[in-house]
């Protein structure tokens, strides 16, 4: 049995080389579309109507921080429960949910960081017709209307947003299915449900005597119609030779969203899509389903590894956010009234005095679980980051060395092979922090373990490796291998922690190792197990420059139904269909907490994922999966990346040179100049691809490769400091223009360039052949410098500009202070104490603003005020450097060698004056072509208080 699971594990690599070679493309197949969905084929069908839902205003309770009242739906009496919270910091909290299940229903745990803190609600009128209640002031208010039920959050004379205004709101309740079952029980279990029934009706509200209302224990007889249609996948569905069983029945919930005003929306990734998210009435909806999903298709809406249910909406006037909290399969279907109208036509409109309003509705549909939806009501981009932020958490601050170049391979071969890629770097002058090693470097696919002979002596290979400050990322997958003289394996089965199949047995499924076991991680229990496996004590030649990627963590069964986990598989009492979008989640979870558990709480962590949930940004970083060596996937991979840090995600990137297939020269060096701007920066390729490490391209691309990575590195204070922000305050670190210029139309739809903060601009060229791009620099009143001729332009216009292999558009703005390390080494940890150089880009009213941030790059101590946080300003001539963090303790050896101050005029001397009061003259260069004035050799501590004054 042993060699067949090898030689099935062969064949299924060889399936994946043949991908990758091109002979097959993803194959559509595998995954289902809506109506191979049986749950989102039945619940689209509904068309937008006055909906069956109707409040019970008798049944309303008000507290001071919280609204109940029932629902009923009139076709089949079902009551449901609402419950309406305003929460601390500008959101609202609805939560629908059975008000009496036959058992209970998934409720997302762990996702949120605490319970939300609430705030006041009032109530402000009252009548047949409905509720007002407050909002924290009487200009914000919720209108409820009963009949049909629908709710309105209006701010003064704008609705905001409004739920179940198409009346689309739908919630299958659990009931027992009769052809099966209940026709068929004995009479002891018959009688059994004969109490069960009277406990319902014991528990019924008094009012229940109104013949509109059915006994919950008989919901059953009142959806008669619904269960005979066995055929529609309500009881059970086949995909592929795949069958489906529901013992509960069918359980979707699903919700409509109205957003007046509102032309576009964003965010619920992971899809490799545009930037602005399209609309769906005419093809499939948007799917959040973690899939393994190889060789993925562009511009569509197919599921792909991650899934975080959150969409933003945005006009020039108001942001808002929805956040969905609801792990299972969920489709997202958008629709507006501007939709396929031309400029033209909107223009016409506008001329014949059209007053249609622009609006896009959105649906939710999930396939189980309960309604729990978070309206986060801006009005700002940056209030709505901090919304979501204040539920689910910020990125989590990732050690410095982590925000350099990283190397992979699927897979570098032995030890010798990564001494030799090693010393390359070197050899080639080329800076890097971490190599990566991909299944191969496993006993056989057992994971924490090393190849005996490949990798015979693991630690002396990472010793090797520290010696010159650099690190390793080695992989661990979540599925295990089923042998039993694998430690891992027997302790998991010893403890129960494997998911199990519906019979009651381990689950087992095909993946890498061939035969393998899934653990449980949403076992807290099990998840301490998994990170008491990363002490160093357990994972055996692991050492403190050892860090970790979970990959196939969706999770990926290669012969489940697409390529996953079973939706009938269980964790304890729930089914893997309430969990499944969690999986990967709780997988990095775990690793994350044994990262951190193996130093004793004092290093943080550094932990790549594919598959990820809402939240997962406090757990590490994450990439686009397995992307082609293709231009369009080049360039998707900057909406793919925008999207991710616009719902918290800011630490993500893409496979640089594409993973599948071979990319030309040209297409790789465009691939480095691009991810050096991107957050995560890795290049990573497949088994069956050609070598491709950066000097295997001929002397000039490895100078053009070179020089991409160098800038990099040149930039890393800047990267540090934009990390910490994002830590503090939720705001992405790369992030679309519409986000710093939102009153900006020109910006709302923008996909080709980025910000890194607010103060750099890139635009990549991601054109083959390209000779030239056109960047939009926002800002009507600002100007833009390029940073490499410090040439200076306007805002508010479309500017082309020539370009050479050599090029790379990056503008710093006006108004902004930058901070470099032009030094570059080997490695980030060499430059740590390396002087700074500060370039300081005036705006028209000649001032400039900055931050410089400085902590050890690699612990926990920033928790405990062992920093230097500061504030650059320029204005007035004085340039100041202010401690923003008084009460913080921190010190460095880094000064700063170099100040360059970009549209300045020439001064007739310079002075710097210290904190003791010492002043001495500064030598300085003024360029007056470029207006660009070098201040050399200040000489001042980058952590101490100063002024430079021009005279």
Same mark, same amino acid.
């Given at each position: 049995?042993?060699?067949?699971?090898?030689?099935?594990?062969?064949?299924?690599?060889?399936?994946?080389?043949?991908?990758?070679?091109?002979?097959?493309?993803?194959?559509?197949?595998?995954?289902?579309?809506?109506?191979?969905?049986?749950?989102?084929?039945?619940?689209?069908?509904?068309?937008?109507?006055?909906?069956?839902?109707?409040?019970?205003?008798?049944?309303?309770?008000?507290?001071?921080?919280?609204?109940?009242?029932?629902?009923?739906?009139?076709?089949?009496?079902?009551?449901?429960?609402?419950?309406?919270?305003?929460?601390?910091?500008?959101?609202?909290?609805?939560?629908?949910?059975?008000?009496?299940?036959?058992?209970?229903?998934?409720?997302?745990?762990?996702?949120?960081?605490?319970?939300?803190?609430?705030?006041?609600?009032?109530?402000?009128?009252?009548?047949?017709?409905?509720?007002?209640?407050?909002?924290?002031?009487?200009?914000?208010?919720?209108?409820?209307?009963?009949?049909?039920?629908?709710?309105?959050?209006?701010?003064?004379?704008?609705?905001?947003?409004?739920?179940?205004?198409?009346?689309?709101?739908?919630?299958?309740?659990?009931?027992?299915?009769?052809?099966?079952?209940?026709?068929?029980?004995?009479?002891?279990?018959?009688?059994?449900?004969?109490?069960?029934?009277?406990?319902?009706?014991?528990?019924?509200?008094?009012?229940?005597?109104?013949?509109?209302?059915?006994?919950?224990?008989?919901?059953?007889?009142?959806?008669?119609?619904?269960?005979?249609?066995?055929?529609?996948?309500?009881?059970?569905?086949?995909?592929?030779?795949?069958?489906?069983?529901?013992?509960?029945?069918?359980?979707?919930?699903?919700?409509?969203?109205?957003?007046?005003?509102?032309?576009?929306?964003?965010?619920?990734?992971?899809?490799?899509?545009?930037?602005?998210?399209?609309?769906?009435?005419?093809?499939?909806?948007?799917?959040?389903?973690?899939?393994?999903?190889?060789?993925?298709?562009?511009?569509?809406?197919?599921?792909?590894?991650?899934?975080?249910?959150?969409?933003?909406?945005?006009?020039?006037?108001?942001?808002?956010?929805?956040?969905?909290?609801?792990?299972?399969?969920?489709?997202?279907?958008?629709?507006?009234?501007?939709?396929?109208?031309?400029?033209?036509?909107?223009?016409?409109?506008?001329?014949?005095?059209?007053?249609?309003?622009?609006?896009?509705?959105?649906?939710?549909?999930?396939?189980?679980?309960?309604?729990?939806?978070?309206?986060?009501?801006?009005?700002?981009?940056?209030?709505?980051?901090?919304?979501?932020?204040?539920?689910?958490?910020?990125?989590?601050?990732?050690?410095?060395?982590?925000?350099?170049?990283?190397?992979?391979?699927?897979?570098?071969?032995?030890?010798?092979?990564?001494?030799?890629v090693d010393a390359g770097f070197d050899e080639h002058d080329i800076p890097y922090d971490f190599i990566w090693l991909d299944i191969e470097h496993t006993d056989g696919k057992r994971y924490f373990t090393w190849d005996p002979h490949k990798f015979a002596s693991p630690k002396e290979m990472l010793q090797g490796l520290k010696d010159k400050k650099r690190k390793m990322v080695a992989i661990v997958d979540p599925h295990i291998k089923v042998d039993n003289n694998y430690k891992i394996h027997n302790e998991i089965r010893s403890r129960g922690f494997y998911i199990k199949n519906k019979d009651g047995g381990d689950y087992e499924g095909w993946c890498w190792p061939g035969s393998a076991g899934y653990p449980d991680f949403t076992r807290p229990d099990m998840r301490a197990w998994w990170a008491s496996m990363f002490a160093y004590d357990q994972y055996e030649g692991a050492t403190d420059n050892l860090y970790t990627w979970n990959d196939m963590n969706e999770p990926s069964v290669f012969n489940g139904p697409e390529v996953t986990m079973h939706k009938d598989a269980m964790h304890g009492a729930w089914e893997h269909r309430d969990v499944h979008n969690l999986y990967g989640f709780y997988v990095q979870m775990a690793t994350m907490e044994g990262l951190i558990q193996r130093s004793g709480g004092v290093e943080r962590p550094f932990v790549l994922t594919r598959a990820f949930f809402a939240g997962s940004q406090r757990l590490?970083?994450?990439?686009?999966?397995?992307?082609?060596?293709?231009?369009?996937?080049?360039?998707?991979?900057?909406?793919?990346?925008?999207?991710?840090?616009?719902?918290?995600?800011?630490?993500?990137?893409?496979?640089?040179?594409?993973?599948?297939?071979?990319?030309?020269?040209?297409?790789?060096?465009?691939?480095?100049?691009?991810?050096? @701007? $991107?957050? =995560?920066?890795?290049? #990573?390729?497949?088994?069956?691809?050609?070598? /491709?490490?950066? !000097?295997?391209?001929? *002397? %000039?691309?490895?100078?053009?490769?070179?020089?991409?990575?160098?800038?990099?590195?040149?930039?890393?204070?800047?990267? @540090? $400091?934009? =990390?910490?922000?994002? #830590?503090?305050?939720?705001?992405?670190?790369? /992030?679309?223009? !519409?986000?710093?210029? *939102? %009153?900006?139309?020109?910006?709302?739809?923008?996909?080709?360039?980025?910000?890194?903060?607010?103060?750099?601009?890139?635009?990549?060229?991601?054109?083959?052949?390209?000779?030239?791009?056109?960047?939009?620099?926002?800002?009507?009143?600002?100007?833009?410098?390029?940073?490499?001729?410090?040439?200076?332009?306007?805002?508010?216009?479309?500017?082309?500009?020539?370009?050479?292999?050599?090029?790379?558009?990056?503008?710093?703005?006006?108004?902004?202070?930058?901070?470099?390390?032009?030094?570059?080494?080997?490695?980030?940890?060499?430059?740590?104490?390396?002087?700074?150089?500060?370039?300081?880009?005036?705006?028209?009213?000649?001032?400039?603003?900055?931050?410089?941030?400085?902590?050890?790059?690699?612990?926990?101590?920033?928790?405990?005020?062992?920093?230097?946080?500061?504030?650059?300003?320029?204005?007035?001539?004085?340039?100041?450097?202010?401690?923003?963090?008084?009460?913080?303790?921190?010190?460095?050896?880094?000064?700063?060698?170099?100040?360059?101050?970009?549209?300045?005029?020439?001064?007739?001397?310079?002075?710097?004056?210290?904190?003791?009061?010492?002043?001495?003259?500064?030598?300085?260069?003024?360029?007056?072509?470029?207006?660009?004035?070098?201040?050399?050799?200040?000489?001042?501590?980058?952590?101490?208080?100063?002024?430079?004054?021009?005279?």
């Amino acid at each position: 049995m042993a060699a067949f699971n090898e030689r099935m594990a062969s064949f299924l690599v060889l399936a994946l080389a043949l991908c990758a070679s091109g002979t097959w493309a993803v194959d559509r197949g595998n995954f289902k579309t809506c109506d191979q969905s049986a749950f989102c084929k039945r619940q689209r069908a509904l068309k937008p109507s006055e909906s069956p839902y109707r409040a019970l205003l008798e049944t309303m309770e008000l507290t001071n921080t919280r609204l109940t009242l029932q629902l009923i739906n009139d076709n089949n009496k079902v009551r449901l429960l609402l419950e309406l919270y305003r929460l601390q910091g500008n959101m609202t909290r609805v939560k629908i949910n059975e008000l009496k299940p036959l058992k209970p229903r998934f409720e997302v745990p762990d996702v949120l960081i605490r319970d939300p803190p609430t705030e006041p609600l009032s109530l402000l009128s009252q009548d047949e017709n409905g509720v007002v209640l407050s909002l924290g002031s009487e200009s914000q208010r919720v209108i409820l209307s009963a009949r049909p039920f629908r709710l309105d959050i209006v701010e003064g004379r704008d609705v905001l947003m409004s739920l179940n205004s198409r009346g689309l709101l739908a919630f299958e309740h659990l009931r027992m299915r009769k052809d099966t079952f209940s026709y068929k029980v004995t009479s002891t279990v018959a009688s059994v449900w004969d109490n069960v029934k009277r406990v319902f009706t014991s528990q019924a509200d008094p009012e229940s005597e109104n013949k509109e209302e059915v006994d919950p224990a008989n919901q059953d007889e009142t959806a008669k119609d619904d269960e005979d249609k066995v055929e529609d996948g309500m009881w059970e569905e086949t995909f592929k030779s795949h069958s489906d069983g529901k013992p509960s029945g069918p359980s979707a919930v699903s919700l409509d969203f109205s957003l007046p005003g509102v032309e576009h929306v964003y965010g619920i990734p992971e899809h490799a899509d545009t930037l602005r998210l399209k609309t769906t009435e005419n093809g499939d909806p948007y799917r959040l389903y973690n899939l393994d999903v190889f060789q993925y298709e562009l511009y569509n809406p197919m599921a792909l590894y991650g899934a975080i249910p959150v969409m933003l909406a945005h006009n020039s006037q108001r942001t808002t956010g929805i956040f969905w909290l609801n792990a299972a399969e969920t489709w997202v279907d958008i629709s507006s009234n501007t939709a396929g109208k031309t400029v033209f036509g909107k223009m016409l409109d506008y001329v014949q005095g059209s007053s249609e309003t622009p609006q896009t509705d959105v649906r939710w549909i999930s396939e189980s679980g309960i309604i729990d939806v978070f309206l986060m009501l801006g009005p700002k981009p940056k209030d709505v980051f901090a919304q979501y932020a204040s539920l689910t958490g910020t990125q989590a601050f990732p050690p410095l060395a982590s925000l350099g170049y990283h190397q992979c391979r699927w897979n570098y071969n032995d030890q010798e092979d990564v001494r030799a890629v090693d010393a390359g770097f070197d050899e080639h002058d080329i800076p890097y922090d971490f190599i990566w090693l991909d299944i191969e470097h496993t006993d056989g696919k057992r994971y924490f373990t090393w190849d005996p002979h490949k990798f015979a002596s693991p630690k002396e290979m990472l010793q090797g490796l520290k010696d010159k400050k650099r690190k390793m990322v080695a992989i661990v997958d979540p599925h295990i291998k089923v042998d039993n003289n694998y430690k891992i394996h027997n302790e998991i089965r010893s403890r129960g922690f494997y998911i199990k199949n519906k019979d009651g047995g381990d689950y087992e499924g095909w993946c890498w190792p061939g035969s393998a076991g899934y653990p449980d991680f949403t076992r807290p229990d099990m998840r301490a197990w998994w990170a008491s496996m990363f002490a160093y004590d357990q994972y055996e030649g692991a050492t403190d420059n050892l860090y970790t990627w979970n990959d196939m963590n969706e999770p990926s069964v290669f012969n489940g139904p697409e390529v996953t986990m079973h939706k009938d598989a269980m964790h304890g009492a729930w089914e893997h269909r309430d969990v499944h979008n969690l999986y990967g989640f709780y997988v990095q979870m775990a690793t994350m907490e044994g990262l951190i558990q193996r130093s004793g709480g004092v290093e943080r962590p550094f932990v790549l994922t594919r598959a990820f949930f809402a939240g997962s940004q406090r757990l590490g970083a994450v990439w686009t999966g397995d992307n082609a060596a293709e231009w369009d996937h080049l360039k998707i991979s900057i909406p793919m990346c925008l999207s991710l840090g616009l719902v918290g995600v800011s630490f993500c990137g893409a496979d640089v040179g594409g993973f599948f297939k071979s990319p030309s020269t040209e297409l790789l060096v465009r691939w480095y100049q691009t991810g050096a @701007y $991107q957050p =995560f920066f890795r290049a #990573h390729a497949h088994l069956d691809t050609p070598r /491709r490490e950066p !000097w295997l391209f001929g *002397p %000039e691309n490895t100078a053009l490769i070179r020089e991409a990575v160098r800038q990099r590195y040149t930039l890393l204070p800047y990267w @540090y $400091q934009q =990390f910490y922000n994002t #830590h503090q305050t939720g705001e992405p670190v790369m /992030r679309p223009l !519409w986000v710093e210029y *939102p %009153e900006d139309p020109a910006t709302f739809t923008v996909e080709d360039e980025f910000l890194i903060g607010r103060d750099l601009l890139v635009h990549p060229v991601t054109e083959e052949g390209s000779r030239g791009v056109t960047a939009y620099l926002p800002g009507k009143d600002e100007v833009w410098f390029d940073v490499h001729t410090y040439q200076k332009h306007n805002g508010a216009q479309n500017l082309y500009i020539p370009v050479t292999m050599s090029s790379i558009p990056v503008f710093q703005r006006g108004g902004s202070i930058i901070p470099r390390k032009m030094r570059v080494r080997r490695s980030s940890t060499c430059m740590e104490q390396d002087p700074y150089t500060f370039i300081v880009a005036l705006n028209p009213q000649r001032t400039a603003l900055g931050e410089l941030y400085i902590d050890d790059g690699h612990t926990f101590s920033f928790n405990n005020k062992e920093f230097i946080h500061r504030r650059l300003s320029f204005a007035n001539n004085i340039l100041s450097s202010v401690n923003l963090a008084p009460e913080a303790n921190f010190s460095t050896l880094s000064w700063v060698e170099r100040i360059l101050i970009v549209g300045a005029t020439k001064p007739s001397q310079v002075t710097m004056r210290t904190a003791d009061g010492r002043e001495s003259q500064v030598e300085f260069d003024f360029d007056t072509t470029m207006s660009v004035l070098t201040l050399r050799k200040p000489g001042m501590n980058a952590g101490a208080d100063w002024t430079v004054t021009l005279h």
